[in-house]
């Protein structure tokens, strides 16, 4: 299983219900379904990762999660995730607000655009990054909306959301010192556990 699923995993409370936007090939919900007993969903655009959905007896529902989530009721789920698909959304802070109208608290992954690394590209070649982890170029990159992690926390703030949980990695989801220490500048990849503020 993939690292940052892993961490995921660890915020799931068992036998509990999912939704998962942006799902992918159904990797995250099978394990969730073998090792915590949950129920739910997955929604994907893909056709060929709703293929793979399907032969790894996941539920997955075909849907644009850009154009909302309106046939879900309110606290229809106990947590909705969404991994590495901020970014490429239309407008993540709208998708944010369903994610936790649907669920009760909502985990979010998403590469973080302050990183030494690309500040560095930037600032010596004045183009935008282009690397193994981020390969697309400017015009072809399914990235549309660059944030960091300050970024995301403010807009966390607006939004009066409590970070239950934050873990901040590299690529491959290892955690090393100095992302902990100075995130925004060395983390690569953070991991948000949200709720709403209890008013």
């Given amino acids: 299983m993939r690292r940052d699923f892993k961490v995921i995993s660890q915020w799931i ?4 219900h999912i939704l998962d936007l942006a ?3 159904g990797e995250l919900l099978q394990q969730l379904q073998r090792n915590k007993n949950i129920k739910g969903y997955g ?21 644009d999660i850009d154009e909302g989530l309106h046939n879900f009721a309110d606290k229809s789920f106990d947590t909705v995730v969404m991994t590495s698909a901020l970014q490429a959304l239309r407008n993540p802070d709208k998708v944010l607000d369903e994610m936790l109208r649907v669920g009760k608290e909502c985990i979010v992954t998403f590469p973080n655009f302050g990183h030494w690394r690309c500040r560095l590209y930037l600032s010596l070649r004045g183009r935008m990054p282009v690397s193994e982890f981020m390969p697309y170029s400017w015009y072809d990159t399914p990235n549309i909306h660059f944030c960091t992690f300050k970024d995301f926390e403010a807009l966390c703030h607006n939004k009066k959301l409590d970070i239950v949980n934050r873990l901040v990695t590299d690529q491959q989801h290892h955690r090393n010192t100095l992302g902990q220490i100075i995130p925004n500048l060395f983390g690569e990849v953070a ?8 008013r």
Avoid: F, M
């Avoid at 409370?13 to 509990?16: I, N």
């Avoid at 060929?48 to 075909?62: D, G, P, Y």
């Avoid at 991991?191 to 209890?198: D, E």
């Fill in 13 to 16: 409370t068992p036998d509990s």
């Fill in 191 to 198: 991991i948000y556990h949200l709720r709403p503020k209890l």
């Fill in 23 to 25: 799902c992918g090939d």
């Fill in 43 to 63: 929604l994907e655009i893909n056709e060929a990762n709703i293929l793979k959905c399907i032969k790894r007896r996941v539920n997955v529902i075909e849907q």
